[in-house]
């Protein structure tokens, strides 16, 4: 299940069209603190969280997660829209809760 | 030893207190390595520790500097600040330990991973530090064959 598919069979919005569309998801993680995501985020991940500042793009783009899916209808700032758009860091934004989110996402995944 | 005058040596300037630009230098050196063909798996131990040193410098030394040197068999990284040194190395060391303060939490960070993730993604890390001087953390990640 790619990014591209989770983005359409969800109905996320998207803030941010990344260079990773087709990446495969590999799972799900949820997490707000910044050094606890860094640590423990696997490549190619889809990460729910509610945290739009800029450095959640860092954490993102250095542990190689798939795309960053703010949960709870999180607003964002035109810094974190353009930062992610100059780093290619695919965003898309979901208005339920972290949990239904991300349960979501792990279904599509193993019903692959 | 390696003496790195074989190597590819890169330097960065770390700003203090601005955490807009935190996280450029490990970006900007994630890039070169993706470049060179290094591995994604020593790439993104690389990633975790510069990143978790350099927020370091950010949040509680008004920056500093990172020399980084690609060598045949590892990396490595050298951070170097002048603030105000780490009081209990030991204390730092530990999970959940964290000085960060309030305004810096609100961002995400201060959940007292920093060092532990350094140490859990290096195959050397070794720290100096002395109070009103400042610290250098001194990382090494072999490269895979």
Known sequence: ?112 | MCDHQQCIHLTYNVSGDDFTTAGEASSNFKKKLMDLGVDRKTIRRVSISMYEGEINMVIHANGGVIDAYICTDHIDLILKDQGPGIPDIDKAMQVGYSTAPAQVQALGFGAGMGLPNIKNNTDDLSIETELGVGTTLRMRINLED
Do not use: Y
């Open chain 1, 1 to 112: 299940m790619n990014v591209r598919s989770i983005t359409e069979n969800l109905g996320l919005e998207v803030i941010n069209l990344g260079s990773g569309m087709d990446i495969s998801v590999s799972s799900v993680e949820c997490c707000d603190l910044l050094s606890i995501a860094m640590g423990n985020l696997p490549p190619d991940c889809a990460w729910v969280t509610v945290m739009s500042n800029i450095n959640t793009l860092a954490v993102a783009s250095l542990t190689d997660a798939a795309c960053v899916i703010l949960a709870l209808n999180t607003q964002v700032t035109d810094e974190f829209t353009n930062k992610a758009a100059e780093a290619g860091i695919t965003v898309l934004r979901s208005e339920d809760g972290i949990f239904e989110t991300a349960l979501a996402v792990h279904d599509l995944i193993c019903r692959e």
